[in-house]
């Protein structure tokens, strides 16, 4: 088992910045990726961004300059820094653990890839 827990949702107003955190624990040697996911009011939920073991980084291409993943393997921790937050940024923010088969970067993004789950952060970007 893995087990997730995000931090740093907030209320912003549009132009300002975030950073959320995913602190990952448990069986973590089971893993390879984590992801960021985001659902807002009545859409599904999409990928944002991930991280490989190795490093290998894919941020959805719609918010590439304004999304930034990273991790501090010594803490198993996972961030995403978002800058110039817009209205239709808001949304919850959930991480995501798993270890998508066949091409990494195809399936990075890809919500049924992902086995454990954490509850989720609000970020709410007023304009």
């Known amino acids: 088992q893995v087990q997730l827990v995000e931090s740093g949702g907030d209320s912003v107003q549009a132009g300002g910045s975030l950073r959320l955190s995913c602190v990952a624990s448990?069986?973590?040697?089971?893993?390879?990726?984590i992801g960021w996911f985001r659902q807002a009011p009545g859409k599904q939920r999409e990928g944002v961004a991930a991280i490989h073991n190795a490093g290998y980084k894919r941020v959805q291409e719609s918010l590439q300059g304004r999304f930034t993943i990273s991790r501090d393997g010594a803490q198993n921790t996972v961030y995403l820094q978002m800058d110039g937050l817009k209205a239709e940024d808001t949304a919850i923010y959930s991480c995501?653990?798993?270890?998508?088969?066949?091409?990494?970067?195809?399936?990075?993004?890809?919500?049924?890839?992902?086995?454990?789950w954490g509850q989720g952060t609000q970020v709410t970007v007023s304009s």
């Open positions: 995501a653990a798993g270890c998508p088969g066949g091409s990494w970067w195809t399936g990075a993004l890809t919500v049924d890839n992902y086995r454990y």
């Open positions: 448990g069986y973590t040697t089971s893993i390879c990726s």
